[in-house]
């Protein structure tokens, strides 16, 4: 069975950055493509950056290209950061990562992904 565990959300001020990593652990953990939504209240669930299981590919949403970096560990490819600069009131939505054997634009839907960590919430503030 695949864990994924998300770290690192918080409270921040706008144009403020802040940082989120996920780990998934299991058999083959570092052999999935990786994947990061975000859902505010009221919202669907909506894609946000995804990187290949190999990190040679990224994709990202057209609201964060730019501001968002998505990367994975040099030294452990289960893990994968989404880095988030100027940060804005919109932005503000509970961030899930996910893994799974997706590829290309397959990533950028939920339907891509198999396994889903419980979520961190990102706040950001005027």
């Known amino acids: 069975q695949v864990q994924v565990v998300e770290s690192g959300g918080g409270l921040v001020q706008a144009g403020g950055s802040l940082s989120l990593s996920c780990a998934a652990s299991?058999?083959?953990?570092?052999?999935?493509?990786m994947g990061w939504f975000r859902q505010a209240p009221g919202k669907e669930r909506e894609f946000v950056a995804a990187?290949?299981?190999?990190?040679?590919?990224?994709?990202y949403a057209d609201s964060v290209k730019g501001r968002f970096t998505i990367s994975r560990a040099n030294n452990a490819k289960n893990t994968v950061f989404l880095r988030m600069n100027s940060l804005k009131l919109e932005d503000t939505a509970v961030y899930y990562c996910?893994?799974?054997?997706?590829?290309?634009?397959?990533?950028?839907?939920?339907?891509?992904?198999?396994?889903w960590g419980q979520g961190t919430q990102v706040t950001v503030s005027s």
């Open positions: 990187i290949s299981w190999s990190g040679a590919s990224t994709s």
């Open positions: 299991g058999r083959s953990a570092s052999s999935y493509a």
């Open positions: 996910a893994a799974g054997y997706c590829s290309g634009y397959g990533c950028e839907g939920p339907g891509g992904y198999a396994y």
